[in-house]
């Protein structure tokens, strides 16, 4: 496989869990993780309380990723700032009296900044780096998964404003959305820098009445599998049964509360079956098993006599 195909390959995966997942420190880590695809090295800042703040890293030594989480910064000077206020930039490099914020990283000879926005606002900022000729360099793939993790934020703001108002509130205004999205408990889990990682496995939310659409996590039960085909597999089943959910919402909460969600979701469910074995044949039984738990957690809430 050439390298052109491999990096599309990766990519084409790390989209594949970007849209998977609702929860924003695993989009983020999923965004961070699937940058390994553009570039060698990337650090990911935050915007919160004002500043921006170092949250992880993937490709740099564990001294200076350990330094690159402690790091603290302006926002209303430096490069990253200079990047969050322009508004139609995608990426770019430095231009003349700008530097990368330094965290302890080696010397490098090209670098860009990608800004995430949400809302309109930035609120993280990639920054990629590389030596002379060091391969992956690709800005617009990295460019395209943060379009990715962008929408995904964008769903979940819209998801936290309408449980705000279904909940009897007028509904938050998006800055204090976009800064509560950041703070989650797990935000912080550092990212293993030596390698290209795993996806970290969150903990689920509290279980939700059967009949509630509480914000899934993305992920299923059990710990992610050791053959890459499988959790390649897993992770698509994980996004056939959320895309199902998002379309077909009315359908999910109804069919809990009448307990006949195989009727109700019949056909996009056969739909699902049918591309998940269009993409893994080789795994037959095995992979069906693998779409079937996907469907439990995300559709019936862990409950699998609602699909019996």
């Given amino acids: 496989m050439s390298r052109d195909d ?59 990723a350990h330094r690159q989480r402690q790091a603290v910064l302006p926002a209303d000077g430096g490069w990253l700032a200079a990047l969050a206020a322009e508004e139609d930039v995608r990426w770019r490099s430095l231009t003349g009296g700008e530097s990368v914020p330094e ?46 993790a962008r929408l995904r934020l964008e769903l979940d703001l819209a998801w936290r404003r309408l449980k705000s108002l279904q909940a009897g509130g007028a509904g938050p205004t998006a800055a204090p959305m976009r800064e509560a999205m950041l703070t989650e408990p797990d935000s912080r889990a550092a990212i293993s820098t030596a390698t290209a990682p795993s996806v970290a496995v969150a903990t689920e939310a509290p279980a939700a009445a059967a009949t509630e659409l509480a914000p899934w996590s993305g992920v299923a039960a059990g710990q992610a599998d050791a053959d890459p085909r499988r959790e390649e597999a897993r992770r698509y089943a994980r996004l056939v049964a959320t895309d199902i959910r998002l379309y077909n919402e009315e359908a999910v909460v109804v069919g809990r509360r009448q307990r006949d969600l195989a009727t109700r979701l019949g056909e996009p469910m056969r739909r699902g079956r049918e591309s998940f074995s269009r993409r893994f044949p080789d795994l037959g039984p095995d992979g069906a098993k693998l779409l079937d738990d996907a469907f439990v957690h995300v559709l019936a809430g862990g409950d699998a006599s609602l699909l019996g």
Avoid at 10 to 20: C, F, G, M, N, Q
Avoid at 42 to 50: D, I, N, Q
Avoid at 120 to 134: D, N, P, Q
């Fill in 103 to 148: 965290f302890g990283q080696a010397s490098f000879d090209e670098a860009v900044g990608l800004p995430v926005r949400v809302g309109g606002k930035a609120v993280a900022i990639l920054v990629a780096e590389r030596s002379s000729g060091e391969q992956p360099w690709s800005p617009a793939a990295l460019s395209i998964l943060c379009q990715a």
């Fill in 6 to 64: 491999t990096t599309l390959t990766t990519l084409d995966r790390k989209l594949a869990e970007l849209a998977s997942f609702l929860s924003p420190g695993e989009i983020f880590r999923a965004l961070l993780e699937g940058t390994a695809a553009g570039a060698p090295r990337t650090a990911v800042f935050l915007m919160r309380e004002g500043r921006w703040r170092g949250w992880s890293s993937i490709g740099y030594p564990s001294e200076a």
